[in-house]
């Protein structure tokens, strides 16, 4: 969606059930940012604050499905327009990564490989793809989302339930599975459609108890990532089916206790236009931040090393240092890009930065 980066009046925040929602905007701009802190190199301290923004995405995806959902659209119809937008800037994105597997490693069985890799998007260094196939999982049961929109009480329950059963499975190891990917986040997707479906009577509790909801949220989401096991992350969906474990996702609790928080904070930040600016030109720019980040933090890794490892002599600081150095070049790099690809094709560039 292209839209102006400054930050409309309260009156246009309020507007009807179609109008551009400057918060949810916003959102999606801090969402791509915690997903990229997360592929770079995070202090450990740090990791589980910024991991999982994940979650964020399949929530804005679930809202803005509900909030654009036409009941006389056909599945046909739908499939066509978002996959359209959806697969090819992924495919161009998946692209570079399995050329760079093809000059650099020997597969028994390239074709499989090939196939895999699309279908998980899981197999080159850019392992961030595999919300792609997760996503289109989703689309593709458009007609079941389509009954759920229509009947909202069948959709709260049905969301409580996924909700549940996201917080007590987890992903598979390196996000390789799609269906194990619906299964941990499509909850997080109904939970969207369901604040897009109750958006005003939500707005209302939400000015009604700021103050208290932004304290539990934000204290719901340290308590839950202060239970974190120090080895979370080698504990996968695989484990769990093959252990028959009862276990707590935490790390996914702790980041759906954290969205009341973001976003009652950010329907007052985004008065501040400078911060709105910034968080909206990051929305506009997402999904090409989304495909392209992790190439150019691959291609920048030796020599964003070699470049500050040893200007401090504190290894923490050093550590800090490379990872705002990265994450400022991935923006700097991409985000212009993608500017002048939009500037260049107009509408046609859909196609290519998504």
């Known amino acids: ?110 074709l499989t490989y090939t196939v895999q890799t699309f279908a998980t998007g899981v197999g080159h260094f850019n392992n961030a793809h595999w919300y792609i196939p997760f996503i289109s999982l989703m689309f593709l049961s458009y007609p079941v989302l389509g009954i759920l929109q229509r009947r909202p009480r069948t959709l709260v329950s049905v969301t409580v339930v996924w909700l549940l059963i996201g917080a007590f499975t987890f992903r598979s190891a390196s996000n390789g599975n799609p269906f194990y990917s619906v299964l941990h986040f499509g909850g997080v997707f109904l939970a969207g459609m369901t604040m897009s479906r109750y958006r005003t ?46 276990a707590l996702d935490y790390l996914f609790i702790g980041k759906i206790l954290l969205i009341p928080a973001t976003l009652l904070i950010l329907s007052r930040l985004i008065r501040l236009r400078p911060l709105y600016a910034v968080l909206s030109l990051l929305a506009e720019t997402s999904f090409a931040l989304f495909f392209w980040h992790l190439y150019v933090i691959h291609a920048s890794h030796s020599f964003s090393h070699n470049l500050l490892q040893g200007l401090f002599s504190s290894s923490r600081l050093n550590q800090i240092a490379i990872f705002a150095f990265q994450l400022l070049l991935c923006l700097a790099l991409i985000v212009p890009c993608v500017l002048a690809i939009r500037r260049i094709l107009g509408r046609r560039s859909v196609y290519l930065t998504g």
Not at 211 to 219: D, E, G, Q, R
Request: no cysteine; charged share 15%; net charge positive.
């Open 201 to 246: 009577q939500i707005e209302a509790v939400g000015a009604r108890w700021y103050w208290v909801i932004i304290p539990l949220s934000l204290a719901g989401f340290l308590i839950s990532n202060s239970l974190i096991p120090k080895k979370y992350l080698w504990v996968t969906m695989e484990q769990v089916v093959e252990q028959r474990l009862v």
């Open 1 to 110: 969606m292209r839209t102006s980066r400054t930050a409309p009046s309260d009156t246009a925040q309020g507007a009807n059930r179609r109008g551009f929602i400057p918060y949810l905007h916003a959102f999606r701009g801090v969402a791509i940012i915690l997903i990229m802190m997360t592929h770079l190199e995070v202090p450990d301290w740090f990791f589980n604050l910024v991991a999982n923004g994940t979650v964020f995405f399949a929530f804005i995806s679930g809202f803005l499905f509900s909030y654009l959902y036409d009941e006389h659209t056909t599945t046909r119809q739908f499939l066509v327009g978002k996959m359209g937008k959806l697969l090819l800037p992924y495919a161009i994105a998946v692209l570079p990564g399995l050329f760079y597997v093809y000059a650099t490693q020997v597969q028994d069985d390239w």
